[in-house]
């Protein structure tokens, strides 16, 4: 007669309490035999540098052709313990919205939660007054149930913006938070420190550890999504592994950042298992029915880029609003720039508008020798600044448009020369927000 893989763990757990001494993790290898007896290929992990970070017990997860897949979150209070007070705590708070398919048990009673909501709650047994446990009617065959269930939940189908954008947000949430526990518990790896240091070199001296957790789970998620809607291949080959390689050349900072935090340097840092579940849930989103709708619905032409503010809605609609985050649509910002251009041929005396080459003479004050100089400089005469340039939009359409006019006059020939000398050089823009900046340099 086989076994019931519950009452063998009924009774471990039992005999650990006899002995008087269990905390919390006495009872770790226990459960994890017990979800893995469960199911074929399965395995519970747990790991103290995660935990530590605020992540839950165990991870639970399968192997699939394309690598191993998280299955569910199991959350592991001490025997006894009020699951009651523990599901209103800050703690569970984090967790509901973040994670579609958890476990909070205290080793005989288990809750199930399936975004966000409590779907079932089976008790195994109880603890008498003398120490024993008292088994519930039926509760090893509920218990049992419970879990299989759990193991076979799969993760609902997304096909609309707003749903990836929640999903990706709760996700985005989970790295921040965690990111910014490992500093404050003196944990953060060396890898994180260098990080922070790159973006303190590169965009913002003296930035504080919140702000840059933010930035860089906000850039891993958004370039993760960049990543995706440019992956080629099979939906479920996408992974965190390799999306750096569609990063531009262009931008050394932001590829080696992408290089660094989708690749073999971010295996050890305990938020690394919910990046991969977030390129998990972008492999099984239907992205070309999330992009498809998303233009049907906003008559935008780059889906990909106007996504952040559906993204930052979700993630921070404050951050959105102190931030102005409300992109033009692509018909007035083509009617801005093609005005703009126009003036300046009819009114400014610049017959190539936005395309002009002719530099103009002025004089600037240069110290030395403790002396104040006045010399002579040369610059562009039309230089183009988008003191907020979000995503690129603007300075992309200038480009376009000029590219344009070139095609237009048969010199295609001479178009990389221009772009070298007489475009890059008067081209600027200003973005204050991480991931929109990314965003931008895909675009360009």
């Not at 967790?95 to 199930?112: G, K, M, S, V």
């Not at 890898?191 to 919140?210: C, N, R, V």
């Not at 809607?229 to 932001?254: D, M, Q, V, W, Y």
Request: charged share 25%; glycine share 6%; net charge neutral.
């Amino acid at each position: 007669m086989a076994v019931n893989p519950v009452e063998v763990y009924r009774r471990q757990i039992e005999r650990a309490l006899q002995a008087g001494d269990a905390t919390e993790p006495t009872h770790y290898p226990t459960l994890k035999a017990l979800i893995e007896s469960l199911a074929s290929g399965v395995t519970a992990t747990t790991n103290p540098k995660q935990i530590k970070c605020g992540a839950p017990d165990f991870v639970v997860s399968r192997e699939a052709r394309h690598g191993r897949v998280t299955l569910g979150y199991m959350e592991a209070k001490d025997v006894g313990k009020l699951l009651d007070e523990i599901e209103k705590s800050e703690q569970m708070k984090r967790y509901l919205p973040a994670l579609p398919n958890l476990i909070l048990t205290d080793y005989l009673e288990f809750r199930w939660y399936v975004n966000g909501a409590r779907r079932q709650s089976e008790r195994l047994a109880s603890v008498s007054k003398s120490g024993k446990l008292v088994p519930e009617k039926d509760g090893a065959a509920a218990v049992s149930g419970l879990l299989t269930e759990f193991l076979s939940q799969k993760a609902e189908p997304i096909g609309d913006p707003k749903t990836l954008a929640l999903r990706m947000a709760r996700l985005t949430h989970f790295i921040r938070d965690m990111i910014v526990t490992a500093f404050e518990n003196q944990s953060a790896s060396a890898t994180l420190k260098d990080l922070h240091g790159a973006f303190e070199k590169a965009l913002i001296p003296d930035l504080p550890i919140p702000q840059f957790a933010d930035m860089f789970a906000q850039t891993l998620a958004y370039g993760l999504f960049a990543a995706r809607c440019n992956h080629g291949g099979p939906s479920g080959s996408f992974k965190r592994l390799g999306a750096a390689s569609e990063i531009p050349k262009t931008n050394p900072f932001l590829r080696q950042l992408f290089e660094t935090i989708t690749g073999t340097a971010l295996a050890d840092e305990p938020f690394v298992g919910f990046v991969d579940d977030l390129a998990q849930l972008l492999a099984d989103t239907d992205i070309a029915a999330v992009l498809a709708d998303f233009g049907k619905r906003t008559a935008r032409q780059d889906p990909v880029v106007h996504f952040y503010e559906t993204f930052l809605a979700a993630y921070d609609p404050k951050l959105r609003e102190a931030r102005g985050v409300y992109y033009t649509p692509e018909p007035v910002v083509s009617y801005i720039v093609r005005s703009v251009d126009y003036l300046l041929k009819t009114r400014f005396g610049c017959p190539n508008g936005l395309a002009d080459t002719a530099t103009v003479e002025y004089e600037r004050q240069e110290e030395e020798g403790g002396k104040v100089r006045k010399v002579k400089a040369t610059a562009p005469r039309v230089l183009i600044l988008d003191p907020a340039c979000g995503t690129g939009t603007f300075l992309y359409t200038v480009v376009d448009h000029i590219r344009n006019e070139f095609m237009g006059e048969e010199n295609a020939g001479m178009w990389s020369g221009y772009v070298r000398d007489h475009l890059l050089p008067r081209i600027f823009g200003f973005e204050l927000l991480m991931a929109p900046y990314a965003v931008a340099h895909f675009k360009l």
